[in-house]
């Protein structure tokens, strides 16, 4: 089945569509104005010549009223003119003018009288090559004056005319062609070079870039939205790598250590005490569960692009009270009301994230506090933590030297977990000296 013109339109370039279509509206745009041109130009020579013989025939009427026309008479134009008395005989005219038959008729005289304008006659029956263009006017004792113009010339230049623009149209419609092509190749060079740039970017080129052109349009600001896409998906990528890289091997020593034990108990089963293995087994299982937790709870994030699970109205206050009645080593020293939007089981577990790691380190006592503009602080008393480290504590997988220690702290994913839920629900964290101790500042907007 042939394809319809639509579709072999849509299947053409960019550059012969853009083309064309220039093309198209220069030749339909010349053509109209070709065609208003010639008849603008054809009105007002006709205007003209008008005019004139008007003229001429009100100086031949004057000297007509008054007597004092002469025979032949006399025009500087070479107007015809005609003056019939009153019982329509031709009794005076310009040299070479017919003195036995009117120009116009008796009802034709009397239709252009009553209409006032100029009228066309064809002068081949009067030996006068062409049209001609005839004024009648009435003058005194029963007088008619006609006077004509030949306009023959007047129609040869607006053929001429018309035939000039008949070959330069299609003429400058293909010049405007050729550069609209050439131009628009210029144009479009540009892309194609990011299509080019794109195409080499591959796997092993990741971190390449598209090349932005000097030029400050509408490609150059493709260009450049490319690139910084570009460079948030090798970011994303990064992250995802060394996410993989880290979680494997914070999975490979609580596995070692189940591994190991269960070898050893297996190779000495005689002298092995099982509920301390089992015991220890457990304890590097609860690793794994909650390493796999916090990987689930950053994968979740990550999936909703920022955004929290859920938004509706959360009493933070109850969300506060609830998770410090869980420890015996915190106190809470305020709670104002405060309502937020969001997801009240990422809230929590923010606060736990943050309480977990202030006990961790704490010498005697944690505080909780909650005012009424939606700042939540947790506070420790405990060694704290270098201003200078202070930031880079919320990326994935970073534990500071002093915390290294397996029996100190997880796996590093608590306080990025925390910033990446706050984030999601609007607010900001930060760590700020307690003197002595640590405090953790959490700001959420309220509902």
């Not at 509920?275 to 609860?286: F, I, Q, S």
């Not at 006990?359 to 939606?374: C, F, I, M, Q």
Request: charged share 25%; proline share 4%; hydrophobic share 45%.
């Amino acid at each position: 089945m042939a394809e319809s013109p639509m579709t072999w339109w849509r299947r053409q370039g960019l550059r012969f569509r853009l083309t064309a279509v220039a093309a198209a509206v220069l030749a339909l745009a010349l053509a109209v104005s070709a065609s208003v041109l010639l008849s603008v130009l054809d009105r007002a020579l006709i205007s003209t010549v008008d005019d004139s013989t008007r003229q001429q025939a009100q100086t031949v009427r004057v000297h007509a009223d008054a007597g004092t026309l002469t025979s032949p008479i006399t025009t500087h134009d070479g107007t015809i003119v005609q003056v019939l008395d009153a019982d329509e005989r031709i009794t005076h005219v310009t040299y070479g003018a017919d003195r036995l038959v009117p120009l116009l008729g008796a009802a034709a005289r009397r239709e252009a009288l009553a209409g006032g304008q100029a009228v066309f006659v064809d002068g081949r029956p009067y030996a006068i090559p062409g049209p001609l263009r005839v004024v009648v006017l009435r003058a005194d004792r029963g007088q008619t004056v006609i006077a004509a113009r030949p306009v023959a010339e007047i129609q040869t230049s607006i053929g001429t005319a018309g035939r000039v623009l008949l070959v330069g149209t299609p003429l400058l419609v293909v010049l405007l062609a050729v550069a609209s092509w050439m131009i628009i190749g210029r144009t479009l060079r540009p892309i194609s070079a990011l299509r080019r740039g794109a195409a080499d970017i591959t796997h092993t080129a990741r971190s390449r870039r598209l090349p932005v052109p000097e030029s400050r349009d509408e490609v150059h600001s493709l260009a450049t939205t490319l690139n910084d896409m570009l460079g948030r998906l090798e970011e994303a990528e990064q992250r995802q790598r060394a996410l993989v890289s880290d979680a494997a091997h914070e999975l490979r020593s609580p596995l070692a250590s189940i591994r190991l034990q269960l070898e050893v108990a297996l190779g000495h089963p005689e002298g092995q005490d099982w509920r301390e293995t089992a015991e220890g087994v457990l304890e590097d299982t609860l690793r794994l569960h909650r390493l796999a937790e916090d990987l689930l709870a950053l994968a979740r994030l990550d999936e909703r692009g920022g955004v929290p699970g859920r938004r509706e109205p959360v009493d933070l206050d109850e969300v506060v009270r609830q998770c410090a009645e869980r420890y015996g080593e915190v106190r809470l020293t305020a709670c104002d009301p405060v309502v937020v939007r969001g997801d009240a089981l990422d809230l929590s577990r923010v606060l736990t994230n943050l309480i977990d790691n202030a006990v961790r380190h704490t010498a005697s006592k944690v505080e909780v506090a909650l005012t009424s503009d939606g700042t939540l602080t947790v506070t420790d008393d405990g060694p704290g933590i270098p201003e200078e480290d202070r930031e880079r504590v919320f990326n994935r997988f970073t534990r500071l030297d002093s915390g290294r220690s397996r029996d100190e702290g997880g796996a590093g994913l608590g306080l990025a977990i925390v910033r990446e839920t706050v984030r999601a629900h609007g607010g900001t964290v930060h760590l700020e000296d307690a003197g002595p101790g640590l405090r953790a500042v959490v700001w959420l907007p309220r509902g």
